[in-house]
């Protein structure tokens, strides 16, 4: 099964949402003009919150074709969740993806993975896809090996999962997001390839063929080709270099590089 490429942009905390029509405009003309495939690479967005709305009327208005997602969800469908964001609310903007358990989210806000197991279920239930995160810290990759920690919390996000549910998987080491030291590309495609093990083993095997599989953790554009050779690596969630447009925009033509 050939499983399509996809480049996805987190912004994190990053562009209000004037500089976001300016930034997607950009992107948009830079591909344009470099004769970019739209279709041989899914490229994904993920704005702050407050920028969703007008991100999203501008790739209905101008036909852009990236897809749209929300950087977390709420376990909760409504209710007294003050600051929270319900995935109902994302799919009404015609949000098609949600990151959930990033490592930041695990860190800062002390998400458990019984917490990122009831936010993915959240997602399902409103036809959203999770982008789930999963990685180890350097303490853990000395402690435990590379794959454990990932896989451990792969394998609780899964459960309750059914078999046809459309995800995707991210690993993010997180000693190496924001350090400028990647992870190599065999160190990527052996966790990798572990963790769509797990899909097999949790969902089956057709599922684990679908499952699109990233890598992030300091992606640039001199780096990316050497993941994407690898067989079990089906793109990337980049960070810090999706803010930048000349450098998102070569990532995404990653192609260019591989030479497929």
Same mark, same amino acid.
């Given at each position: 099964?050939?499983?399509?490429? &996809?480049?996805?942009?987190?912004?994190?905390?990053?562009?209000?949402? &004037?500089?976001?029509?300016?930034? $997607?405009?950009?992107?948009?003309?830079?591909?344009?003009?470099?004769?970019? *495939?739209?279709?041989?690479?899914?490229?994904?967005? /993920? %704005?702050?919150?407050?920028?969703?709305?007008?991100?999203?009327?501008? &790739?209905?208005? +101008?036909?852009?074709? /990236? #897809?749209?997602?929300?950087?977390?969800?709420?376990?909760?469908?409504?209710?007294?969740?003050?600051?929270?964001?319900?995935?109902?609310?994302?799919?009404?903007? +015609?949000?098609?993806?949600?990151?959930?358990?990033?490592?930041?989210?695990?860190?800062?806000?002390?998400?458990?993975?019984?917490?990122?197991?009831?936010?993915?279920?959240?997602?399902?239930?409103?036809? &959203? @896809? %999770?982008?789930?995160?999963?990685?180890?810290?350097?303490?853990?990759?000395?402690?435990?090996?590379?794959?454990?920690? %990932?896989?451990?919390?792969?394998? @609780?996000?899964?459960?309750?999962?059914? !078999? *046809? !549910? *459309?995800?995707?998987?991210?690993?993010? %080491? $997180?000693? !190496?997001?924001?350090?400028?030291?990647?992870?190599?590309?065999?160190?990527?495609?052996?966790?990798?390839?572990?963790?769509? !093990? @797990?899909? #097999?083993?949790?969902?089956?095997?057709?599922?684990?063929?679908?499952?699109?599989?990233?890598?992030?953790?300091?992606?640039?554009?001199?780096?990316?080709?050497?993941?994407?050779?690898?067989?079990? $690596?089906?793109?990337?969630?980049?960070?810090?270099?999706?803010?930048? $447009?000349?450098?998102?925009?070569?990532?995404?033509?990653?192609?260019?590089?591989?030479?497929?």
């Amino acid at each position: 099964m050939t499983r399509t490429p &996809l480049i996805a942009g987190n912004w994190k905390m990053n562009l209000d949402h &004037l500089q976001a029509v300016a930034f $997607v405009q950009k992107l948009h003309w830079t591909l344009k003009e470099a004769k970019h *495939d739209k279709g041989s690479v899914e490229v994904a967005v /993920f %704005p702050p919150y407050t920028d969703l709305r007008t991100v999203q009327t501008l &790739l209905d208005a +101008d036909k852009i074709e /990236f #897809a749209l997602g929300g950087q977390d969800l709420s376990a909760h469908d409504s209710g007294a969740y003050t600051g929270e964001i319900s995935g109902q609310f994302l799919a009404k903007l +015609d949000a098609k993806y949600v990151i959930i358990g990033h490592s930041e989210r695990r860190q800062f806000h002390h998400e458990t993975d019984e917490v990122i197991a009831a936010k993915t279920q959240a997602a399902l239930r409103h036809g &959203l @896809v %999770p982008v789930i995160c999963v990685g180890e810290t350097s303490e853990d990759l000395e402690k435990f090996g590379a794959s454990a920690v %990932p896989v451990g919390q792969l394998e @609780v996000a899964l459960e309750g999962v059914s !078999a *046809d !549910a *459309d995800i995707v998987v991210a690993y993010e %080491p $997180v000693w !190496a997001i924001g350090s400028g030291q990647a992870a190599t590309p065999d160190q990527a495609q052996e966790v990798c390839a572990k963790l769509r !093990a @797990v899909v #097999a083993d949790k969902l089956g095997a057709d599922a684990a063929a679908r499952t699109r599989v990233l890598y992030g953790g300091s992606v640039k554009s001199g780096n990316i080709a050497g993941f994407m050779r690898e067989p079990d $690596v089906d793109g990337a969630l980049v960070g810090g270099a999706s803010l930048v $447009v000349d450098e998102f925009a070569a990532i995404i033509r990653f192609q260019k590089h591989v030479g497929v």
